[in-house]
C-alpha cells in the first residue's frame, strides 16, 4: 500500500497553467503506474491520464488531451500533472492513484486537491 499526497492546486484564471504533484511514499514507487483522476461538483470520477513505471509510455482522457501532461521522477517518488489552457469546467478535485503494471485497478489514492479555474 503505496501512501500518496497531493499539492499544488489553487484558483486559476481560464487560459492559464497549474502544476499538481503528488509525493508517494515507500521503495517500490518505480514499479507503479500512476494516475490521475478527478471529480467535479455533481459529476463522477474522471479519468484524466496515467504514466507507466518508465515514464516512456503515457496515455491521457479525451477531455485533457493536448493540454495536460504527467511526468514522473522515481528519484523523488513524485508524480506531477502539469495543466495548460485550463477551462472552468476542469474545476474539479484531483486525486493521483497507483497500481502495478498488470493491476487491472487503481488501489492506493491520495486525497485530493482543488483545483477551481474562473472565467
Known amino acids: 500500500q503505496v501512501q500518496l499526497v497531493e499539492s499544488g492546486g489553487g484558483l486559476v484564471q481560464a487560459g492559464g497553467s497549474l502544476r499538481l504533484s503528488c509525493a508517494a511514499s515507500?521503495?517500490?514507487?518505480?514499479?507503479?503506474?500512476l494516475g490521475w483522476f478527478r471529480q467535479g461538483p455533481g459529476m463522477e470520477r474522471e479519468f484524466v491520464g496515467r504514466?507507466?513505471?518508465?515514464?516512456?509510455?503515457?496515455y491521457y482522457g479525451d477531455s485533457v488531451k493536448g493540454r495536460f501532461t504527467i511526468s514522473r521522477d522515481n528519484a523523488k517518488n513524485t508524480v506531477d500533472l502539469q495543466m495548460n489552457s485550463l477551462k472552468p469546467e476542469d474545476t474539479a478535485v484531483y486525486r493521483c492513484?497507483?497500481?502495478?503494471?498488470?493491476?487491472?485497478?487503481?488501489?492506493?489514492w491520495g486525497q485530493g486537491i482543488q483545483v477551481t479555474v474562473s472565467s
Open positions: 492513484a497507483a497500481r502495478t503494471e498488470d493491476q487491472p485497478f487503481f488501489s492506493s
Open positions: 504514466i507507466n513505471w518508465s515514464g516512456g509510455n503515457t
Open positions: 515507500g521503495r517500490t514507487f518505480s514499479n507503479y503506474v
